[in-house]
């Protein structure tokens, strides 16, 4: 089994940063993917950013330029470091790592964007 705990959510301001951060806890030996989506109202759950490798991260088109992933293998931890964010960022942001084929969740974490 797998563990994801998900930290940094919150209020920000139009234009504003945040940092979410995920820790995997359990069995994580073979880790391969780690990853964030988010949820908006009404709306259905859509990738934001993917991390396999330093050098293999995919971005959702809305986020590309604003929003960065990071991976530490050493501490089975993700970071999404969220720039800019507007109010169409607002949503809840699920943290999710794949191992083996077998993909898990935290519980999610709330962004909320506004003045």
């Known amino acids: 089994q797998v563990r994801l705990v998900e930290s940094g959510g919150g209020l920000v301001q139009p234009g504003g940063s945040l940092t979410l951060s995920c820790a995997a806890s359990g069995n994580t030996f073979r880790i391969y993917s780690m990853g964030w989506y988010r949820q908006a109202p009404g709306k259905q759950r859509d990738l934001v950013a993917r991390i396999i490798s330093d050098d293999n991260t995919n971005y959702a088109d809305s986020v590309k330029g604003r929003f960065t992933i990071s991976r530490n293998n050493a501490k089975n931890t993700v970071n999404l470091q969220m720039n800019s964010l507007t109010p169409e960022d607002t949503a809840v942001y699920y943290c999710?790592?794949?191992?083996?084929?077998?993909?898990?969740w935290g519980q999610g974490t709330q962004v909320t964007v506004s003045s």
């Open positions: 999710s790592v794949t191992i083996l084929g077998t993909t898990f």
